[in-house]
């Protein structure tokens, strides 16, 4: 079913691109991301590789019809494309994941602080909301059938929650070739090194038991 509607996301991606992009405009048409720093230049963050030596492979990615493992916790997989995985985005403020959801999983509430995001639902049914900031702090929700596009807008912090008995598939563009992932529970549970309990008993206004036992938790880091 997933690969009858892999036209329809890409397209929506294709489109959410023009919108979405916010990474600094590249000066050149290209710039294929390169570890090696030998013979390169410096710029946004990765080094080019030599425009000479590029081929069509730095811009290609296989790979994305490919279900995730949901076997975990949360229920949840996500698949990343950004310049970590596909070294032509380098400079060009876009980036996607495919992310898979067994049934009631959930990708929980994280934020992207480089990145707005916008999402559709190739399969399934999915609660998603994100949060304003301070002061107001509003939750905006909706339920997401097949075909659906929600958008969180950058650094707020959203979720996606599977509610149905089947399996779903989302795939999501942002706006940032390395729009960073933020995962509330890890990083306030699980940092490391741990923050003071005192600081997270006071800040949650919880017995500082609770937070202990909270930080003895394994956290899984989502993508």
């Known amino acids: 079913m997933v690969s009858g ?5 890409f397209t929506f991606l294709a489109l959410a691109s023009f919108v979405l992009a ?7 048409d290209f710039c294929v991301a390169i570890d090696e720093p030998k013979d390169a230049v410096f710029v946004n963050g990765k080094f080019c590789k030599n425009p000479k030596l590029v081929t069509a492979e730095d811009f290609l990615l296989k790979g994305l019809n490919m279900p995730g493992n949901t076997s975990n916790p949360l229920g949840s997989f996500v698949t990343p494309a950004n310049v970590a995985q596909l070294p032509g985005l380098n400079t060009l403020g876009i980036s996607l994941v495919r992310i898979d959801y067994a049934p009631y999983g959930l990708n929980p509430p994280h934020t992207h602080p480089r990145a707005t995001e916008a999402l559709v639902v190739l399969e399934g049914t999915l609660y998603v909301g994100f949060v304003t900031s301070n002061p107001d702090n509003r939750l905006f929700t909706k339920v ?7 958008v969180f807008p950058e650094g707020l ?6 509610i149905g008995k089947t399996k779903a598939v989302a795939f999501a563009g942002l706006s940032s070739q390395n729009p960073g992932v ?3 529970a ?10 003071s309990d005192d600081v997270l008993a006071k800040a ?3 017995d500082k038991k609770v937070v202990d036992w909270l930080q003895a938790q394994f956290w899984m880091d989502i993508n």
């Open 182 to 184: 933020i995962t509330i």
């Open 5 to 9: 509607h892999m036209l329809v996301a």
């Open 186 to 195: 890890n990083a306030v549970f699980g940092s490391k090194l741990p923050i």
């Open 22 to 28: 916010s990474d600094p405009s590249s000066l050149q």
């Open 204 to 206: 949650f206004q919880v």
């Open 157 to 162: 912090i959203h979720f996606q929650f599977n």
């Open 144 to 150: 997401l059938y097949e075909g659906d596009a929600f």
